[in-house]
């Protein structure tokens, strides 16, 4: 049986397979689909295709490139900013910046070297783009030219994430560091081993605590400012994915099945198991927590980890579920619907398939 510590170096090599932890089995995958939304409209990354869906009436607003083009594919989650540009990160190693309310490109960003996978951090006009080549490129939207970029020592899978209060952009990498650069010119802060690869998005909290999942069975507590460990909290698998921080409780869960909450000083609040690998981020609004599993089933619980609803969609499941406000959007791979709403209950209340 191949062991996880191999299977983290062939997960570096090809980015079409994903693990089960139960069984430490191979799975193939032909990507797994993005997903974003704004107030009225949800964005999804669809493999050749992004597609605009309006909210209100469940069709399709606009695609991106009007006609697919095997050569360009879309995996990570777009990016909205607060000027209506969507930004979409692309296996043809190009970011794609378009127009939100037309779907028209209008520019791209193309100096990276490798396939982008991971989502950017969007600062004001500034766009952080990890990549597969091991660089984070900052990207000036404004001036659609690149401001500075960073090396790390392997491929970049996470989305970055950022402190105001030092002006820092926190990069999680496969070479098992997280980074802190400046966020104004890129100088290096400090890096800190967590001693196994991070492919989760960090999550940060008002008082510089930086709380990092890692494949070493890990969720870990560093100081935003210095990157000093504070804690370590052993879990049963790798943690694929970042927490979610919420009233001063991490949510995440790892590839056995098991979902965590822990208070910020790494006391355990409560766990739940599931059967099957989460590899989402789960999202949190008012007293209710939202996490899919690898295979094909919604779970809600309340904030006491007791389970309010499962709902079984189909296919299979690797992003995490957004609310847009009283929606729940839910994107399954290798199903015949490519994004499915429930209400916050988790009721199904509609579906959306793109026209061929």
Request: some cysteine.
């Amino acid at each position: 049986m191949t062991s996880k510590k191999n299977l983290a170096i062939i997960f570096l090599a090809i980015f079409s397979i994903l693990i089960s932890a139960c069984s430490s089995a191979i799975y193939a995958s032909t990507g797994w689909h993005g997903l974003a939304a704004g107030s009225d409209t949800a964005y999804l990354a669809a493999g050749t295709q992004v597609y605009a869906v309006d909210l209100n009436t469940h069709g399709e607003k606009w695609r991106y490139p009007e006609k697919a083009n095997a050569k360009i594919s879309f995996y990570a989650n777009p990016v909205l900013t607060s000027d209506n540009q969507l930004l979409i990160p692309s296996y043809d190693h190009n970011l794609y910046i378009l127009d939100a309310a037309s779907g028209k490109e209008i520019w791209k960003f193309t100096e990276s070297k490798n396939r982008l996978i991971a989502s950017p951090l969007v600062i004001g006009n500034m766009a952080y783009q990890p990549s597969t080549d091991g660089f984070i490129y900052a990207v000036d939207l404004t001036a659609q030219q690149l401001k500075w970029k960073q090396e790390t020592g392997d491929p970049i899978w996470a989305q970055p994430a950022d402190n105001a209060n030092c002006n820092c952009v926190f990069v999680a990498s496969m070479d098992h560091f997280i980074y802190s650069f400046d966020a104004a010119i890129g100088t290096l802060n400090w890096k800190t081993d967590m001693g196994a690869a991070v492919v989760g998005t960090p999550a940060v909290s008002s008082d510089g605590s930086l709380y990092v999942g890692t494949f070493g069975k890990q969720m870990i507590a560093l100081d935003a400012a210095t990157g000093e460990v504070h804690w370590r909290y052993d879990t049963q698998d790798w943690v694929w994915s970042g927490p979610t921080l919420n009233n001063n409780v991490l949510y995440f869960g790892d590839l056995s099945g098991n979902i965590y909450a822990l208070n910020v000083d790494g006391t355990k609040v409560w766990s739940n198991k599931e059967n099957n690998p989460i590899v989402d981020t789960p999202a949190v609004s008012q007293d209710k927590i939202y996490f899919t599993t690898e295979s094909d089933t919604l779970f809600v619980l309340n904030t006491a980890g007791d389970k309010v609803s499962s709902q079984v969609i189909g296919g299979v499941i690797y992003s995490s579920p957004v609310i847009a406000g009283d929606t729940l959007l839910v994107a399954p791979t290798n199903f015949d619907a490519s994004l499915v709403a429930f209400n916050l209950n988790g009721a199904q209340q509609w579906s959306f398939t793109p026209a061929k």
